[in-house]
């Protein structure tokens, strides 16, 4: 028995009217298959790029996940720094205000002591000034004199003039000038209280003119008694003056004494440091009181010719230690005839 023979298809190829034709058997399971391969070649094609992309993809998250843990990296320390900058300019401008305000304390304690040089630096007393011994050595006593205002006051602008330069020169931080700025407050202040001292210490030295008046008219030592014509020593100097004029303290103290004799007149004593002591006397007025605070240039009392007195004047006495002494000797700017 013969087996019918599968059914095949058939192309035919044209290429033209004169031209051959061209006539292919092909079976039906090629037919079939072909497109099964087709499908499959693409398939397997578009699999294989899937898996290409995918592993593409895959690099790229690597890649990305890299870069953005590198940028959280970054972006950490740039926030540490800045938080770290901003603290630094918190601790700047800290020291600036506590350099501002120890700027301005230097400036009070500079213009205090520029004060007190231009009152009193120009009087400091020469040894001229010193009370002299009357009898022995033991009896000689000194108050103490401003000496040394101007060397003080040049230290202390040399020390401002080196501040300024470094001040301008920016490698030295705030720490070191805040630091240079205390020891120089340190410096000033001690020197302002040194000064201050020796400031009272002059104030109450008896070298104030006690009168407007500067015209002498009997000085201090043996002298011919208007009185008597008699040779006597006088213990003071007699400065004529006005009727009324002021008297005025020489220097600070206390008043110890005030009171009316029929030789002195009305009269004053005060009691100032190194255990001196000025009389005023032949007074026309008292104007203080006993256990006053005065101070140097106050006015006590009136220019008169009470007690045993030849005429308006004041007699002006000094003691040290209850002996009397020239006033010559502390006075200054005085006038003799």
Not at 172 to 182: E, F, N, P, R
Not at 216 to 240: K, Q
Not at 259 to 267: A, D, E
Request: charged letters at 20%; hydrophobic letters at 35%.
């Amino acid at each position: 028995m013969k087996h019918a023979r599968k059914p095949k298809w058939s192309f035919v190829v044209m290429r033209g009217a004169d031209k051959t034709v061209k006539q292919f058997h092909v079976s039906k399971r090629s037919v079939l298959a072909a497109p099964t391969a087709a499908v499959l070649a693409v398939t397997g094609c578009i699999g294989g790029l899937q898996i290409k992309s995918a592993y593409e993809l895959h690099h790229l998250e690597e890649q990305l996940s890299m870069q953005d843990a590198e940028f959280s990296q970054t972006v950490t320390e740039k926030d540490e720094a800045i938080t770290s900058l901003q603290q630094e300019i918190l601790d700047l401008s800290s020291q600036t205000l506590e350099m501002k305000a120890k700027l301005d304390e230097l400036q009070q304690l500079e213009l205090k002591l520029k004060q007190f040089i231009e009152n009193y630096g120009n009087k400091a007393a020469p040894s001229s000034y010193l009370a002299p011994s009357k009898t022995s050595s033991s009896s000689s006593r000194t108050l103490p004199i401003l000496s040394s205002i101007s060397s003080i006051h040049s230290t202390s602008l040399q020390e401002s003039k080196k501040f300024a330069l470094l001040a301008q020169n920016t490698g030295y931080d705030l720490a070191s000038l805040h630091g240079m700025v205390d020891t120089m407050e340190e410096s000033l202040a001690l020197t302002l209280e040194l000064a201050q001292t020796t400031k009272s210490s002059v104030d109450a030295y008896p070298s104030t003119w006690p009168t407007r008046s500067k015209l002498l008219t009997s000085g201090f030592g043996y002298r011919s008694d208007p009185f008597t014509g008699r040779s006597t020593f006088h213990a003071g100097i007699d400065i004529t003056g006005k009727l009324g004029d002021p008297v005025l303290s020489a220097a600070d103290g206390t008043v110890s004494e005030i009171g009316f004799n029929s030789s002195l007149g009305h009269y004053i004593v005060i009691d100032h440091l190194g255990g001196l002591q000025s009389a005023y006397m032949h007074l026309k007025q008292i104007e203080a009181s006993e256990g006053d605070e005065i101070v140097r240039g106050e006015k006590i009392g009136l220019l008169g010719s009470s007690g045993r007195s030849t005429g308006p004047h004041l007699h002006f006495q000094i003691m040290q230690k209850n002996e009397p002494v020239n006033p010559i000797k502390f006075l200054a700017l005085i006038k003799e005839d």
